[in-house]
Each structure stands twice: as C-alpha cells, then as structure tokens.
Antibody, heavy 120, light 107 residues
Framework: QVQLQESGPGLVKPSETLSLTCTVSGGSVSSGSYYWSWIRQPPGKGLEWIGY???????NYNPSLKSRVTISVDTSKNQFSLKLSSVTAADTAVYYCAREAVAKGYMDVWGKGTTVTVSS | VIWMTQSPSLLSASTGDRVTISCRMSQGISSYLAWYQQKPGKAPELLIYAASTLQSGVPSRFSGSGSGTDFTLTISCLQSEDFATYYCQQYYSFPRTFGQGTKVEIK
C-alpha cells in the first residue's frame, strides 16, 4: 500500500522560499505509471492544484503559480519536493502531496498534509 | 482555465436522507470528473472518477452521473460517517481545478 508523507518547515517568513518534501513508501517514484503532485488548501478554503512531476523530471505547473514554483524528484531517496519562492501570507495553507496515475488525471493516494504558515 | 461551480455550498441533512450535489463546468469536459470526500483535518479521499466509476472500497451508496458540463454526486442513504465536505475535480485540461466544495452537515 503506497503511502505519502509530507515534511518541511511549518513557518516561513514573507519573501522567503517554502520548501517541502514528500517521501513515498510502499511504492517507487521511479514508476513510470504515476505523476507525483502537490495540492494546497488555504485555511477554510478549497483545493488548489500546484503541479506535478514525472520520474523523468518532466513537470506541469499551474500557470497561476508557475513563476514561483519548482517541483523536483530524487529517485535515490524515493522523494519529490516542492519549492515556492517569494511567499506571502496568501501562501499559508495545508500542503498535500498526492499520486496521479498517468493518463488518468485524478489523485488516488494523498499524504496527510502539512501546514505551512507564512509570517514574520 | 475551466471553472467549476458546486451547489449547494452547504447542505443540511439527516441520517438516511438521499442527498445530491451538483457540479457545473464552464465548458464541456466529457466524463473527466472526479469526486472527493474530505473530513475535518484530513486529506481528501477519492470517491468517484470518470464521472461515475466508484473507487475501490467506496460504499455503493455513493454514485456519480453526468457528462459534458453537468455532473451530480448522490448519496442514496446518508450515514453518520458521510458528514463531510465534497469536492469535484476536472481533469479534462490543465490546470487541474476543483469545485469550491459542498459541506454536508447534520440537520
């Protein structure tokens, strides 16, 4: 059973870079069958898709965040990561990593989420 | 970007009720729609994909229908564990987008 676990700082200062990692267990990020995604949810609000990465390094980002987002993969550690630069209070959210099967489009496995607060 | 409108935003119901949640698209998406359930403090869980296909392990009281621009999630006989927030998500085009959510609360 594949499990995903987010990790990273819970507090980030405005204008700095948010960095999170998702560790995959019970499966492999090198599987050619999946994209590895990031989604976020501001407090009391809905879900926003950030983007995904394929094991080869190919990425797809939400245009609304594209200028500030980098998603990378480390197959040796079975992890993938999110970097969001120049953060503001509007980036305060629960950040989820998730798995999306290739040629499917929906997320069938999610991490538990990690809360990131942007504040000085 | 495909915009999605879920209705209602809040639904008050009782155990045993049949409830219906609507999701309308700004443009046609064929059947490229998923539904998720989210409980407070938890990650979303996939219920339905391809508009009407039940994810493995999801109770049969959940069903989905629709295609094009109008979709529906139905819970045939509401159980206590079904009180949660439900989201639709389109995967017809990028970026993936979600509806704003429908909270199903106890009446």
């Amino acid at each position: 059973q594949v499990q995903l676990q987010e990790s990273g700082p819970g507090l980030v200062k405005p204008s700095e870079t948010l960095s999170l990692t998702c560790t995959v267990s019970g499966g492999s990020v090198s599987s050619g069958s999946y994209y590895w995604s990031w989604i976020r949810q501001p407090p009391g609000k809905g879900l926003e898709w950030i983007g995904y990465i394929y094991y080869s390094g190919s990425t797809n980002y939400n245009p609304s965040l594209k200028s500030r987002v980098t998603i990378s993969v480390d197959t040796s550690k079975n992890q993938f990561s999110l970097k969001l630069s120049s953060v503001t209070a509007a980036d305060t959210a629960v950040y989820y990593c998730a798995r999306e099967a290739v040629a499917k489009g929906y997320m069938d496995v999610w991490g538990k989420g990690t809360t990131v607060t942007v504040s000085s | 970007v495909i915009w999605m409108t879920q209705s209602p935003s809040l639904l008050s119901a009782s155990t045993g009720d049949r409830v219906t949640i609507s999701c309308r698209m700004s443009q046609g998406i064929s059947s490229y729609l998923a539904w998720y359930q989210q409980k407070p403090g938890k990650a979303p869980e996939l219920l339905i994909y391809a508009a009407s296909t039940l994810q493995s392990g999801v109770p049969s009281r959940f069903s989905g229908s629709g295609s094009g621009t109008d979709f529906t999630l139905t819970i045939s006989c509401l159980q206590s564990e079904d009180f949660a927030t439900y989201y639709c998500q389109q995967y017809y085009s990028f970026p993936r987008t979600f509806g704003q959510g429908t909270k199903v609360e106890i009446k």
